[in-house]
């Protein structure tokens, strides 16, 4: 497999989340967002993936993208461990907490749209995250064991730790959301989770190395 990345990517780090829970080697191709007024607008990278984003995955003959399509692939080609709970109320709730944050958090403040914002970025991604970690906290408080479902690692805590690090690094006060905090510092404890993580990148810059 090739996965197609970025370090700081949220959407990247799900799955690198995913391959490394299930012990699945890959290459890595790093796409820089930044460089080059942006390597994901190539017109190589764009006929890999015409959303010109990252991640896309090369595997089994197919290229996928879209972060959550590519991590329900890897969970019915390589079911162990599974990252959905086999109770259909806890996998809809899994899906229920993951599509939260993929659909409902984590586009509004992407690269792109905070390009749109212009000096209102980071005030604009503090409201999008505050708001979305409101509903979420509540929700958590009904479903969460040691981790976001129940005490079994799922898809939705692939989703929670890299939409975190993006809260923490615009600054958005994370006080009010106990269980969310409670459950990120046990996902990063994991180490699927910590060779995954942004700061250990082939591509992440020097200074933001762990």
């Known amino acids: ?13 799900r799955v690198r989340i995913a391959l490394a829970l299930k012990g699945i080697s890959y290459d890595l191709v790093p ?12 017109a190589e990278f764009k006929a890999l993936n015409p959303m010109q984003q990252v991640p896309a995955l090369k595997i089994d003959g197919i290229t996928l993208s879209q972060s959550l399509a590519i991590i329900h692939y890897l969970e019915e080609t390589h079911p162990n461990p599974r990252l959905l709970p ?29 390009k749109e914002m212009g000096e209102k970025k980071m005030e604009w991604a503090q409201k999008c995250i505050a708001s979305g970690f409101q509903a979420l906290e509540q929700i958590l408080q009904h479903t969460a064991g040691r981790y976001c479902v129940g005490d079994e690692v799922s898809m939705a ?4 730790a890299p939409q975190v690090a993006n809260a923490e690094r615009f600054k958005v006060n994370m006080g009010p959301y106990p269980t969310i905090m409670r459950i990120n510092k046990a996902l990063l404890e994991l180490e699927a989770f910590k060779i995954s993580h942004p700061s250990r990148q082939p591509d992440t810059p020097a200074e933001l190395r762990a």
């Open 1 to 13: 497999p090739i996965l197609y990345s970025y370090f700081r990517s949220s959407c990247s780090w």
């Open 31 to 42: 796409v820089n967002l930044i460089k080059d007024g942006g390597q994901q607008f190539s």
């Open 86 to 114: 086999q109770d259909p109320k806890k996998r809809a709730q899994v899906r229920m907490i993951a599509d939260h944050i993929v659909s409902g958090i984590q586009p509004l403040q992407n690269l792109s749209i905070l």
């Open 157 to 160: 805590d692939l989703c929670l």
